[in-house]
């Protein structure tokens, strides 16, 4: 069982930056694609930006250029850099993994962006 807890979450300023962290237990992190979906109030839950096992990154086109999705496998966390943020932009955002479907599911951390 994969075990994935966020952090970095918070409340922001339109236009600032906040980075989120992702930290997966289990020996297998490097070998699955993760990903941070978000979800608004109201709204569905949707994929903002994903990491194949490979490095290969797919985004959103509402967050294209502004967020930055990375990992290290040797802390076996993931990160979402998040720039130039908008008030659309708060939300749940969850942390999720694995081989070829999303298995795994942090518990979200929120995001707050003040106008």
């Known amino acids: 069982q994969v075990q994935l807890v966020e952090s970095g979450g918070g409340l922001v300023q339109a236009g600032g930056s906040l980075r989120l962290s992702c930290s997966a237990s289990g020996r297998t992190f490097s070998s699955y694609t993760m990903g941070w979906f978000r979800q608004a109030p109201g709204k569905k839950r949707e994929l903002v930006a994903r990491?194949?096992?490979?490095?290969?990154?797919n985004y959103a086109d509402s967050v294209k250029g502004r967020f930055t999705i990375s990992r290290d496998n040797a802390k076996n966390t993931v990160y979402l850099q998040m720039n130039s943020l908008k008030p659309e932009d708060a939300a749940v955002y969850y942390c999720?993994?694995?081989?070829?479907?999303?298995?795994?599911w942090g518990q979200g951390t929120q995001v707050t962006v003040s106008s």
């Open positions: 990491i194949t096992n490979s490095g290969s990154t």
């Open positions: 999720a993994g694995g081989y070829n479907v999303f298995d795994y």
